[in-house]
């Protein structure tokens, strides 16, 4: 192997002689080709899921995407299932699957019923602003069915007001954008907790929500069945 010039660096070009580069996932492919700048917006946003959730046993994310992402999450938390309603998508993660960093997949269409088993922790993002305002309540029902007494939930879109400014291709499918206080409000329903987070670029922040690109509601305290 060739030597670097200095040779802390020589590690480098060892794993990439044993394993190999990474490949990206399918979407953060078309990130990296057509708009860098997102993909680090997007593993922002999973550095502060990962904080937010660290220490918790079993985590779900609903709508993972490519699910490129999720290894930021596993370094905080102990196990991860991700599904997602595209089987184009479980498959592309699949394909990239690394027994250094496992983690389970399975293609769930949300709106069908909760996820089998139990999860003290749970996120989606960039899912609910592509479900029907009429469907809304049953897609976080089931969330927040497939959650323990204790389970969080941390809910991410980009925020009414950033529609305004966003690029043709990425409103597709955006159906649903709200406002901060109607998310807030719609999480009461599940949560007597909800703390909200605004998000700029790559900053997380607490500032004036209205000025916000992306909003984040951080929900705990689940309420019981009859109290919804």
């Known amino acids: 192997m060739a030597r670097t010039v200095e040779r802390q660096y020589e590690g480098h070009f060892e794993l990439k002689e044993k394993q190999g580069l990474t490949r990206l996932g399918v979407e953060k492919n078309a990130n990296w080709h057509g708009d860098p700048k997102r993909l680090v917006f997007v593993l922002a946003r999973y550095k502060f899921i990962a904080k937010m959730l660290s220490g ?18 596993l370094q905080e938390v102990g196990e991860l299932h991700a599904v997602d309603i595209d089987p184009l998508f479980i498959e592309d993660a699949l394909e990239r699957a ?26 989606t993002l ?36 950033s529609q305004a400014f966003a690029a043709p291709l ?5 159906i649903n954008c709200k406002k901060g206080p109607e998310i807030k409000s719609l999480m009461l329903e599940y949560f007597d907790n909800v703390f909200m ?25 689940k309420r019981k069945r009859e109290e919804r």
Not at 59 to 67: S, T
Not at 130 to 156: K, T
Not at 214 to 219: D, E, R, V
Request: aromatic content about 10%; proline content about 7%; charged content about 20%.
């Open 56 to 73: 918790k046993k079993r985590v779900l994310e609903v709508g993972c995407g490519d699910a490129f992402p999720v290894r930021i999450v």
């Open 98 to 123: 690394d027994p250094m960093w496992p983690f389970t997949l399975a293609v769930h269409d949300m709106l069908s019923g909760p996820v089998p088993g139990e999860f003290d922790g749970a996120y």
């Open 126 to 161: 960039d899912v609910l602003e592509h479900i029907e305002q009429a469907s809304e309540r049953q897609f976080l029902d089931n969330i927040v069915s497939s959650l323990s007494p204790e389970g969080v939930l941390i809910v991410g879109m980009p925020s009414l007001e």
């Open 170 to 174: 990425s409103k597709i499918g955006h």
């Open 197 to 221: 987070f605004s998000m700029n670029d790559e900053v997380i922040h607490t500032g004036y929500q209205p000025m916000a690109q992306y909003l984040f509601a951080l929900c705990a305290g």
